[in-house]
């Protein structure tokens, strides 16, 4: 079946540090592929997604770009922060009964002053 | 606010009991869903509903049940409660469930304790 692989975490950075954080997919048909950031406390929030293959999707200075060949969406930032402290978690929707959206364990995340 | 409505906040029972969890979706949304959230487990998909019918199934166990009704609010509902249901469970919303770019909505969820 689709799943939804992502590194494991925690992950700890110092601020302005380069981010990455690996998601690797399995799915047939063509999904469309979303990061969601769940801050303490709350539900999750949708940061970006991309919905074909070399998509790039991006927001708050998070990029990620929809690799076929290597069914990847891996999240990337410049220079994170703070305030960027929070969990991370790679998705797929797929057409295969239903709509459904399969998520990765998620990536927690730490930011150091 | 993703105006996704779910209560109670925090839940305690003890082990047999049923519970029932409630969400309201945003505004004009049609499709919620239903997640589970554990350690041990991730984010886990239980179930879909679009305009009051069920549409997408995932590991939900046959002892929970869900269903939404004609107002869209739909409830969860957990019974022969076990230590290992206890979970955050999060509903979320979307505006229609039919296309695989639809992004979800998620409420702040409802912290389960089965003791």
């Known amino acids: 079946g689709d799943s939804v692989t992502q590194m494991e975490g925690p992950v700890t950075l110092s601020e302005e540090a380069f981010l990455t954080i690996n998601c690797t997919y399995t799915a047939t048909g063509y999904p469309s592929l979303f990061w969601y950031v769940q801050y303490p406390g709350e539900g999750l929030q949708l940061l970006l997604k991309?919905?074909?293959?070399?998509d790039k999707g991006s927001n708050k200075g998070f990029e990620a770009t929809y690799r076929k060949e290597t069914t990847s969406f891996h999240l990337e930032k410049g220079s994170v922060q703070v305030s960027d402290s929070a969990v991370y978690f790679c998705a797929l929707t797929q057409r295969t009964g239903g709509f459904k959206t399969i998520f990765g364990a998620g990536t927690r995340l730490f930011v150091k002053a | 606010d993703s105006g996704v409505t779910q209560t109670p906040k925090h839940l305690i029972t003890a082990t047999g009991q049923r519970v029932t969890l409630r969400c309201s979706p945003r505004?004009?949304?049609?499709?919620v869903y239903w997640y589970q959230q554990s350690l041990d487990q991730g984010l886990q998909f239980l179930i879909q509903y679009y305009n009051g019918e069920e549409r997408a199934k995932g590991n939900i166990l046959e002892r929970f049940s869900a269903q939404q009704f004609p107002d869209l609010h739909s409830e969860l509902n957990l019974s022969s409660l076990e230590l290992g249901d206890s979970a955050l469970y999060f509903c979320?919303?979307?505006?229609?469930?039919?296309?695989?770019?639809?992004?979800?909505?998620f409420g702040s969820g409802t912290q389960l304790s089965v003791l």
């Open positions: 979320a919303s979307s505006a229609e469930g039919g296309a695989t770019n639809e992004k979800l909505f």
């Open positions: 991309a919905t074909k293959a070399d």
């Open positions: 505004s004009g949304d049609l499709s």
